[in-house]
């Protein structure tokens, strides 16, 4: 009984994706009226409307500032966020204690209250209307969930790895190198994959600080076939939307055996 309970809500959270792909093959004036997921009328006009994109921007220039977006935020914060874990969860420095619970307690801090000074900053430097706002900050270690995550990951590894590293000569960054950072890769591949799901399903700080067409994302490109004064363009919303689904689908069931143990391993339920 509760496997099939399980099944049935598993089925009740996959309806909206089968309604989804179902519309995006229907012609616009059956996507409404049909409400049946196969549809009484197959087309692949959308997928081709959509590929070309609107205001002269083909939807795979979308698809390709979000990819890269996306990876250069990966990046930085396996790299920032894993030393940041490793010094927290493996070195001895003055304040140490208080400063690990200063970085926690920025996870409780809402979004919103950093938004308009954090704007300010930047329009300060010049970096609105550009990605930098959206990839620097990733290298700074800016993300305390990562970072608690790795730690919590780090602290489970037996410390006498360490002391065998420094009899062999290893210092602090070889130790990080050649021992927590291969035995950390479940923590890791978290980390990616939260970072690559998060950056590509951002819609309001890529709004906030993107203002040129040129460099919207996926979240942005997809708003464009939006228009409150005139016709709506759902079909090829839809068909864009399936397509933009594929990359986070993809990376995450590639990824599933590590993201479980990650989850599983550093007490994060």
Request: proline residues 6%.
């Amino acid at each position: 009984m509760i496997h099939l309970a399980i099944f049935g809500l598993g089925i009740a959270m996959l309806y909206p994706i089968a309604w989804l792909f179902s519309s995006s093959l229907k012609p616009s004036y059956l996507i409404f009226s049909d409400q049946r997921l196969w549809p009484a009328e197959f087309t692949i006009q959308n997928y081709i409307d959509g590929w070309r994109g609107v205001v002269r921007q083909g939807f795979h220039t979308f698809l390709l500032n979000s990819t890269f977006v996306s990876l250069m935020a990966v990046a930085g914060n396996v790299v920032s966020c894993s030393l940041t874990a490793y010094a927290f969860g493996r070195m001895n420095f003055r304040m140490k204690k208080p400063l690990f619970a200063l970085m926690l307690a920025t996870i409780m801090l809402p979004h919103h209250v950093s938004m308009i000074p954090q704007y300010i900053l930047f329009q300060n430097l010049g970096w609105v209307d550009s990605y930098l706002p959206l990839i620097i900050p990733k290298w700074l270690a800016t993300e305390a969930f990562f970072i608690f995550l790795m730690v919590q990951f780090i602290r489970g590894l037996p410390k006498d790895l360490d002391e065998s590293a420094r009899i062999d000569g290893c210092g602090p960054f070889q130790i990080y190198w050649k021992i927590i950072l291969p035995l950390s890769l479940p923590a890791i591949i978290t980390t990616a994959l939260f970072s690559f799901v998060w950056t590509w399903d951002d819609f309001f700080t890529q709004l906030l600080y993107i203002n040129s067409v040129k460099l919207y994302t996926v979240p942005l490109g997809l708003r464009l076939f939006l228009d409150s004064t005139a016709d709506s363009a759902w079909g090829p919303l839809f068909a864009m939307s399936i397509l933009a689904l594929l990359p986070s689908l993809i990376i995450f069931f590639s990824m599933q055996k590590y993201f479980v143990e990650g989850i599983s391993t550093t007490g994060l339920k």
